[in-house]
């Protein structure tokens, strides 16, 4: 807790300092000591009401304005006497009067310097050699040839190496090393200096790296991945078997928190999960007794599961790709194989289709022949092929139409040979230059013609009231 010591009427009192607070407050008896007597100052009415934490309104017997005198500074501030109040309160605006606290935007490294002298000098050498551990089967990588240097860049690079040298940064070396990495150059944002960089790639795939551990919530954490707390564990496999549905409920939840090291665990557990089932009685058998057993085996070798993706998804993750080296080898797959399967995969695909739409077989059509038009219920006569698939252009006693297969329905069949085998013309075919016969063209005909759509829907008119 912050606090200050104020003076009030030449009297010293231990102020808390409340940034959060608008207004400055004491309680009645802070009021008295400073006032004694004769001497009580009158309080005014609040002009408006206090609220404390929770926007809890508190009970006010008035202000009145106090010369408050912190060092060398003073300030008058409207002074709020609170009923029950347990430590004098210093707010905001008389904090700020005589500059209690000071507000910190940011930070500049010359302030930290004349803080922190010590701190923010010389390079922060490591007081003792860090030697790096290398792997058995190191190869040394030495750079042969040094990388480019922009010329513009040079002599700052050399300025640069000369300045980290005299630091002691860098050292010289003038004599062959097994050893040798190559610089990258960097310009610095902001300023005309360059930072120097070493691509040490070639030395970072042999250093061995330190292993640490780190345990968190009943898991040990580690670079090749997370297993249990062996303490969790061990307090697993040193309970006894439960005797009641609450032992069972404590010794199924610590299984629960390491669930995720338990291959089948559904499966194991599955013969003491239904004990604590209301509609079973408890009855410990043999299956209950191995699943007991199970759990505990399970883990006193647990898995380490890799980090992150079975650490996030709280599971051990399943994969179908086969892991034997043989099915591993890659190979071109057998086309005649893949032929056959596309084939067959259409066939099924249209036979599907058809099923589902009703479609069945219809016979083709020969030019002149008598058909019925399903969807205008008129006779027609057959012309030759569309270009659209399974169509025909009709003549119809009021022009030219186009209709599907569907739609027409023989009137007679075609004329049969001496064999009795039906003897079909080929339909003629629209040619490129040739243009058909308008559809909803008109035919003349006698008499009277009803008006019809392109589409050979008769057109009906309106049925009018005659008033």
């Not at 302030?111 to 190191?138: M, T, V």
């Amino acid at each position: 807790m912050w606090a200050a010591d104020v003076q009030i009427q030449g009297k010293v009192l231990k102020f808390k300092l409340e940034t959060g607070a608008d207004a400055t407050a004491i309680s009645e008896s802070d009021l008295k000591d400073l006032f004694p007597g004769a001497q009580m100052p009158i309080l005014n009415k609040p002009e408006k009401p206090l609220l404390g934490p929770g926007k809890i309104q508190l009970e006010v017997a008035g202000y009145a304005k106090m010369q408050l005198t912190y060092k060398a500074k003073q300030t008058e501030e409207k002074v709020y006497v609170v009923k029950n109040l347990s430590a004098p309160l210093f707010g905001l605006p008389a904090i700020t009067a005589l500059g209690l606290l000071i507000r910190v935007d940011s930070v500049t490294m010359d302030s930290l310097k004349a803080i922190y002298p010590k701190l923010c000098k010389g390079l922060g050498d490591i007081r003792r050699p860090y030697h790096i551990k290398l792997k058995p089967n190191a190869v040394p990588f030495s750079l042969k040839t040094p990388r480019r240097i922009p010329l513009p860049l040079m002599g700052k690079v050399k300025e640069e190496l000369q300045r980290m040298e005299e630091m002691g940064v860098i050292r010289r070396v003038e004599e062959p090393t097994e050893w040798c990495a190559g610089i990258v150059v960097v310009p610095k944002k902001n300023s005309q200096r360059l930072r120097l960089c070493v691509d040490f790639t070639g030395l970072n795939q042999y250093v061995c790296r330190e292993k640490s551990e780190v345990v968190f919530l009943g898991h040990v954490i580690t670079t090749s991945g997370i297993r249990p707390d062996p303490e969790k564990t061990k307090a697993i496999r040193d309970m006894k078997e439960p005797m009641t549905v609450i032992e069972m409920r404590s010794f199924l939840g610590m299984v629960n928190q390491v669930g995720k090291f338990i291959p089948q665990l559904a499966e194991k557990d599955k013969a003491l999960r239904d004990l604590l089932s209301k509609k079973n009685c408890w009855l410990w058998g043999a299956d209950q007794a191995a699943s007991f057993r199970a759990l505990k085996e399970a883990l006193t070798s647990p898995p380490v599961l890799a980090i992150p993706a079975q650490l996030l998804m709280g599971r051990r993750l399943r994969t179908t790709v086969p892991t034997h080296p043989s099915e591993l080898c890659p190979a071109l797959p057998d086309r005649s194989m893949l032929v056959q399967k596309e084939r067959e995969k259409r066939t099924s695909d249209a036979a599907n289709f058809n099923r589902r739409h009703c479609a069945k077989p219809l016979s083709s059509l020969s030019p002149g022949q008598e058909v019925w038009i399903t969807d205008t219920k008129t006779p027609g006569t057959v012309i030759q092929n569309h270009a659209s698939p399974r169509s025909y252009l009709v003549d119809v006693p009021h022009g030219v139409v186009r209709r599907n297969r569907l739609h027409l329905i023989p009137l007679q069949s075609p004329s049969q040979d001496e064999a009795g085998q039906q003897q079909q013309e080929p339909l003629p075919v629209l040619e490129q230059g040739h243009t058909p016969p308008a559809l909803g063209s008109p035919v003349p005909s006698p008499g009277v013609s009803t008006p019809r759509t392109r589409s050979g829907r008769a057109i009906k008119q309106p049925i009018r009231l005659d008033l």
